[in-house]
């Protein structure tokens, strides 16, 4: 009698049954992709992908003779003076004070003593800021937390139950990159270090552009005008922020839309975004001319509510937001 070959049978029986179940492997794979994209935590989804603020072109790390001058300074004299190293009145130069400021916080925190602004003597910095930025306790983890960021004062202070907790240094948008003011939400949330945003990023609901509230390669521009139009922080900063923040955490941006270097104001047309069309929509809005929520957009609705403007002031015809245009609206 021939004996069945067994092995020949369960391959047999199996692969039946998994052609039998093939209809229904494709139907729950979404599914279980699904569920694998959210067990991850979106980590590969909320990174800031292709995002560049500042990575290329910025300050050299190092600060030392022959005396450099310059907001850089200024921003590092700040920190020192904060921590109790700097006794000076910060004035953006790199001079003996400085020096002997640097080389006597190397010392005390075990760096070779030089005098010399290195990526290890920042770290070293940013992490004791942390430690003496404020003594007030921080809120539990996702507890109510509000980012207001100051773009005149180059602040961000963490507000719980509307009490602020904590301020920190930042830098923000360069001219001509300006940093969207405005009320925004976080969107998402990364702590994968990527080029140009340090450790951490949130990124912000601002509709034209890619911006966020992120830690920093550069942490000699902390305190400048330097950024794309993001809100950098020291690493360690952010690093202290990123757990007490989730999806829907309100970041508001106050100070001028319009720059802060007293330039002239753009002339705005179809095709612009900018935080100034932002605070001519709203003008516009408040005036009835137009009827869509505010998004920095200058699109066919906002060339509309200009046209309609322009034509019930006596102007020629246009959709162009000029000078005359800004003085009409208050701005």
Not at 66 to 81: E, S, T, Y
Not at 180 to 189: N, R
Request: aromatic share 10%; charged share 20%.
């Amino acid at each position: 009698m021939n004996r069945p070959d067994w092995s020949k049978q369960w391959r047999r029986w199996r692969w039946l049954r998994l052609k039998g179940l093939s209809g229904l492997r494709r139907a729950l794979l979404p599914v279980v992709l699904g569920v694998l994209v959210c067990w991850s935590g979106g980590a590969a989804a909320a990174a800031p992908a292709n995002h560049r603020c500042g990575g290329t072109g910025s300050e050299p790390v190092v600060l030392t003779q022959p005396f450099q001058k310059g907001d850089d300074v200024f921003n590092l004299q700040r920190c020192l003076a904060g921590l109790g190293y700097y006794a000076g009145a910060p004035d953006g130069f790199y001079g003996p004070e400085t020096i002997k400021a640097v080389k006597s916080f190397q010392k005390e925190h075990r760096l070779p003593a030089t005098g010399i602004i290195t990526p290890a003597t920042w770290a070293a910095i940013s992490r004791e800021m942390v430690r003496h930025v404020d003594t007030l306790p921080l809120p539990g983890e996702y507890y109510d937390v509000i980012l207001l960021v100051d773009t005149f004062k180059l602040t961000l202070t963490l507000l719980s139950n509307g009490e602020p907790v904590r301020k920190y240094p930042v830098a923000v948008g360069r001219p001509g990159s300006e940093t969207p003011v405005g009320t925004w939400k976080v969107t998402d949330k990364s702590d994968e270090p990527a080029p140009g945003t340090g450790t951490h990023w949130l990124g912000l609901n601002v509709p034209c552009g890619n911006f966020g509230v992120h830690g920093t390669d550069n942490p000699w521009s902390i305190g400048t005008y330097a950024s794309g139009g993001c809100v950098r922080l020291h690493n360690a900063h952010i690093q202290e922020i990123y757990p007490l923040v989730s999806t829907g955490t309100r970041v508001i941006i106050v100070g001028n839309p319009f720059g802060r270097f007293g330039e002239e104001y753009p002339l705005l047309q179809t095709g612009d975004c900018s935080p100034a069309v932002r605070e001519v929509q709203y003008k516009l809005k408040r005036l009835g001319f137009y009827r869509e929520e505010p998004d920095s957009i200058f699109g066919p609705a906002t060339a509309e509510a200009v046209q309609a403007f322009r034509k019930k002031q006596g102007l020629t015809e246009g959709a162009q937001v000029d000078e005359e245009i800004y003085h009409l609206l208050g701005l």
